[in-house]
């Protein structure tokens, strides 16, 4: 079983839809956790962190259950700009190591 | 402008021909990780280094090596490569109280023939 597993995808939904991933994790010591995303054949780029209390910034919304061990991230009022792949990262070790997951892949069509 | 540069972009070999492909950051960061992306796995991560002369294996460290002899560079060295090590490399940098951001370098396209 990976580490860190995502639905690949792909979602194809339409502009101005929400959206939503799940991301779940089976290292129980994950200490914290990200949302990266990456566009077609370029570096991943932080998107938001995600903590227990649940966060938002603008349109994304991210939050994290412990218990269930996973993580979920919310693309409101999506945009044709919103297409990518999402990551979900957790790291443990004091942050020394980062397990990626696979991805989902998401494409906004207009 | 903050940077983590890798070279070369693309790079085409052959079976058992070493290669290096450099790392370097503009950021003064700690820590430097390398990372190879394949189709259905994800990002996994190589090599990483705490700091000068500190590194660590990561998850699929197998048929390569690095070092740190300076901090701002961080060359990820293939001895003698193989088919299996056709990927997509990235370079990333974070600093010790940069709140777990990391900065990715642009990837390097290795085929490996």
């Known amino acids: 079983r990976k580490e860190v597993e995502q639905d690949p995808g792909p979602f194809n939904v339409p502009e101005g839809a929400t959206v939503a991933f799940n991301c779940t994790y089976s290292?129980?010591?994950?200490?914290?956790f990200f949302w990266y995303r990456q566009d077609c054949r370029k570096e991943p780029k932080l998107l938001m962190s995600v903590y227990s209390s649940g966060n938002e910034d603008g349109r994304f919304t991210a939050q994290l259950n412990r218990a269930s061990q996973y993580i979920s991230l919310l693309i409101r009022d999506s945009k044709l700009s919103d297409s990518a792949t999402y990551l979900c990262?957790?790291?443990?070790?004091?942050?020394?190591?980062?397990?990626f997951g696979q991805g989902t892949r998401l494409t906004i069509n207009p | 402008e903050a940077q983590v540069t890798q070279n070369p972009r693309y790079l085409i070999t052959v079976t058992g021909k070493k290669l290096t492909v450099t790392c370097s950051q503009n950021?003064?960061?700690?820590?430097m990780s390398w990372y190879r992306q394949d189709p259905g796995l994800g990002l996994r991560q190589i090599y990483y280094s705490m700091n000068v002369e500190v590194t660590d294996k990561g998850d699929v460290p197998e048929g390569y090596k690095v070092s740190r002899k300076e901090k701002r560079n961080f060359p990820l060295i293939l001895e003698s490569p193989s088919p299996n090590q056709t990927s997509l490399y990235f370079c990333?940098?974070?600093?010790?109280?940069?709140?777990?951001?990391?900065?990715f370098g642009a990837g390097t396209r290795l085929s490996v023939l």
């Open positions: 990262v957790s790291t443990f070790q004091g942050a020394q190591k980062l397990v």
């Open positions: 950021m003064n960061h700690e820590y």
């Open positions: 990333a940098s974070r600093g010790r109280l940069g709140k777990n951001i990391q900065y």
């Open positions: 290292n129980s010591a994950s200490q914290s």
